[in-house]
Every structure is written in structure tokens, then in C-alpha cells.
Nanobody, 125 residues
């Protein structure tokens, strides 16, 4: 009923930039996004939080990306973006969109967490 679809990943050279997008959509339900964010997981490493943005607009970044990445949202489009600048090889990972949403259907309502399928970002010369 609710899906998160990421886009924008690919291959980029060190020092380059890339913007990831994540759009939330639903059918047969009404939903309200409380928070959205990005996680990433590199081979052999734990999945880590990259950046989040809550409904109030406040943001949070991992120390490793602070100053280089910017998370933003378009509430009207239920979309979150991750602008990545000055990319490093260490940023190479599978990036996942994550959202906390209040979902309302004809039978119930409640807060749930959702994950996108992930989009690969590879930083290499």
C-alpha cells in the first residue's frame, strides 16, 4: 500500500556530486510522513544513518557527511532528497530511503517504518 522509491544513484568520480531522490506513494490509504531519512551500507559494514529530516524541518547528519551532504524535502510531493557533494570513495554504498509514516486505512491507523529498495552509489575514478 505504501512504497518508497529511490532514484539518482550511479557512478561518480571523487569530488563529484550526486542527488538522490526518494518518493513516497500509497494507494487505498492516507498517510502523513513524520520523518524521512537516508541510510547507507557498504560491504562488510553495518548500515548507518546518513541524514534525517523530521516533520518540523530539523535535520541531523552523520559526522562523516556533515558539511558535504544536505537533506531536504518537498512535503507536497512526499519526496526527500539527498544532495551529495565532494564525494569520496568512502561514500560508496547502497543508499536506502527510510520513512516513518502515519498510515490511515478504512480499518486502522498507526505509525510504521518503511524502507526503499536501495540505490547504489559508487565513487571511483
Amino acid at each position: 500500500q505504501v512504497q518508497l522509491v529511490e532514484s539518482g544513484g550511479g557512478l561518480v568520480q571523487p569530488g563529484g556530486s550526486m542527488r538522490l531522490s526518494c518518493a513516497a506513494s500509497g494507494s487505498g490509504v492516507i498517510f502523513s510522513i513524520d520523518a524521512m531519512g537516508w541510510y547507507r551500507q557498504a560491504p562488510g559494514k553495518q548500515r548507518e544513518l546518513v541524514a534525517t529530516i523530521i516533520s518540523g524541518g530539523s535535520t541531523n547528519y552523520a559526522d562523516s557527511v556533515k558539511g558535504r551532504f544536505t537533506i531536504s524535502r518537498d512535503s507536497a510531493r512526499n519526496t526527500v532528497y539527498l544532495q551529495m557533494n565532494s564525494l569520496k570513495p568512502e561514500d560508496t554504498a547502497l543508499y536506502y530511503c527510510h520513512a516513518l509514516m502515519m498510515v490511515i486505512s478504512t480499518t486502522q491507523k498507526g505509525s510504521n517504518a518503511y524502507w526503499g529498495q536501495g540505490t547504489q552509489v559508487t565513487v571511483s575514478s
